[in-house]
C-alpha cells in the first residue's frame, strides 16, 4: 500500500499506509494525526485540512480546481507555492512517499 509522511510544524513525522482512492485529509483524521482538522468533511469549505506538499510531488498533483484555490487563499496559515487541500488530493500508487507538512495553525 502507497505510504504518506505527515510532519508536523515542530518536525514530528507520522508515516501512513493509505489506500489508494482515499484522500490525504481522510487518512490523517482516521488516524488522529494531529493538525488536519477536516471540519467539513472534505467539501472544501473549511480548509482546515491546510497542507504544504513537498516540491518533488507537487507537480504529479493535478492543478487545485478553482474552489480549492479559492479556499487556499483564506487559510489560517498564509498559502505556500504549494499548499493544497488534504481532502483534494487522492492517493494513488504513484504517489507512494507523498509528503506534506501540515499547516500551523489550521484554525
Ligand atoms: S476538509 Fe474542509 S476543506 Fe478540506
Not at 72 to 77: C, E, K, P
Request: aromatic content about 2%; charged content about 20%; hydrophobic content about 40%.
Amino acid at each position: 500500500m502507497p505510504k504518506v509522511i505527515y510532519l508536523q510544524s515542530d518536525g514530528e513525522r507520522t508515516e501512513l499506509d493509505v489506500a489508494s482512492g482515499t484522500s490525504l485529509m481522510l487518512a490523517a483524521t482516521g488516524h488522529g494525526v494531529s493538525g488536519v482538522v477536516g471540519d467539513c468533511g472534505g467539501v472544501m469549505s473549511c480548509a482546515t485540512c491546510h497542507v504544504v506538499v513537498e516540491d518533488a510531488f507537487a507537480a504529479q498533483l493535478p492543478p487545485p480546481s478553482e474552489t480549492e484555490s479559492q479556499m487556499l487563499d483564506y487559510t489560517a496559515m498564509p498559502r505556500e507555492p504549494h499548499s493544497r487541500l488534504a481532502c483534494q488530493i487522492v492517493m494513488t500508487d504513484a504517489l507512494d512517499g507523498i509528503c506534506v507538512r501540515i499547516a500551523d495553525p489550521q484554525l
